[in-house]
């Protein structure tokens, strides 16, 4: 069956496209959640201009992320923790924490799920590397310091 996608799907197309699907997943899980509509003559009509705004939109974010990217770059976060014996610390720096300080540096959101960071235990320098949007990834420097 073919329908008209209304709002992208992963995997399968953007806005303004026409994509050959089954009909189960059509009418079970594409319609119900609009995310398509039978791609009629009038409806090709409507959403002629979506998939121009789309590609505009697509572009606009990909900017965003390159200008964040620009920032991040040689960025040095420093967290500083109470410690106890051999240098381990009371409370691990995380991957919420570093999305917390660039949200506060920065003024950006960045989901935690694209931040690598396994949970620091213990005083030093770390990498985490960040994937700020699809294909641009930056690696930014974690420094642990004890609190005084």
Same mark, same amino acid.
């Given at each position: 069956?073919?329908?008209?996608?209304?709002?992208?799907?992963?995997?399968?197309?953007?806005?303004?496209?026409v994509v050959e699907v089954r009909d189960?997943?059509?009418?079970?899980?594409?319609?119900?959640?609009?995310?398509?509509?039978?791609? $009629?003559?009038?409806?090709?009509?409507?959403?002629?201009?979506?998939? $121009?705004?789309?590609?505009?939109?697509?572009?606009?974010?990909?900017?965003?992320?390159?200008?964040?990217?620009?920032?991040?770059?040689?960025?040095?976060?420093?967290?500083?923790?109470?410690?106890?014996?051999?240098?381990?610390?009371y409370a691990a720096v995380r991957a919420?924490?570093?999305?917390? $300080?660039?949200?506060?540096?920065?003024?950006?959101?960045?989901?935690?799920?694209?931040?690598?960071?396994?949970?620091?235990?213990?005083?030093?320098?770390?990498?985490?590397?960040?994937?700020?949007?699809?294909?641009?990834?930056?690696?930014?420097?974690?420094?642990?310091?004890?609190? $005084?």
């Amino acid at each position: 069956m073919k329908v008209l996608l209304v709002k992208e799907v992963p995997g399968l197309g953007t806005p303004g496209e026409v994509v050959e699907v089954r009909d189960g997943y059509a009418r079970n899980y594409l319609f119900p959640r609009k995310l398509a509509v039978w791609p $009629a003559p009038h409806e090709l009509a409507r959403y002629a201009n979506l998939k $121009a705004r789309y590609a505009a939109e697509v572009s606009d974010r990909r900017a965003k992320a390159q200008a964040l990217a620009q920032k991040l770059v040689n960025a040095e976060f420093v967290f500083t923790r109470r410690v106890h014996d051999k240098n381990e610390l009371y409370a691990a720096v995380r991957a919420h924490d570093l999305a917390q $300080a660039i949200s506060e540096k920065y003024g950006e959101e960045i989901p935690v799920d694209r931040i690598k960071l396994e949970p620091i235990h213990q005083l030093g320098t770390y990498s985490a590397e960040i994937q700020v949007y699809e294909d641009i990834k930056v690696t930014v420097q974690v420094r642990v310091e004890p609190a $005084a």
